[in-house]
């Protein structure tokens, strides 16, 4: 059974950093990719940043350029998301995701993944 446990959020203020952690278990795909998503209270779900096998291409939201790293350990069991210089805009429940393959640009697309974490509240106060 493929699992997704995210945890690391929490409440900061303004400027402030998180680290988002995401494990997952259950496959063991070479080709899986892992994406981290968000939504916000009355917003749709939007992709927030990707890693391709092998880390070797991450993606990222034009909002979160510049201020947020996602990452993978050596096993490819753990994804990351380093979120630093947090804004009040970036409160939202924060969604691990993986998919078996992805290519182009359907990293953000949260259709494209089947398998999905509970989410982990982030909450940055101005």
């Known amino acids: 059974q493929i699992q997704l446990v995210e945890s690391g959020g929490g409440s900061v203020q303004a400027g402030g950093s998180l680290r988002l952690s995401c494990a997952a278990s259950?496959?063991?795909?070479?080709?899986?990719?892992m994406g981290w998503f968000r939504q916000a209270p009355g917003k749709e779900r939007e992709g927030v940043a990707a890693?391709?096998?092998?880390?070797?291409?991450?993606y990222y939201a034009d909002s979160v350029k510049g201020r947020f790293t996602i990452s993978q350990d050596n096993a490819k069991t753990t994804v990351y998301l380093q979120m630093n210089s947090l804004k009040p805009e970036d409160t939202a429940m924060y969604y691990c995701?993986?998919?078996?393959?992805?290519?182009?640009?359907?990293?953000?697309?949260?259709?494209?993944?089947?398998?999905w974490g509970q989410g982990t509240q982030v909450t940055v106060s101005s």
């Open positions: 259950g496959y063991s795909w070479d080709t899986a990719c």
């Open positions: 890693i391709y096998p092998g880390g070797d291409s991450t």
């Open positions: 995701a993986s998919e078996m393959f992805c290519d182009g640009d359907v990293w953000s697309v949260p259709g494209h993944f089947g398998y």
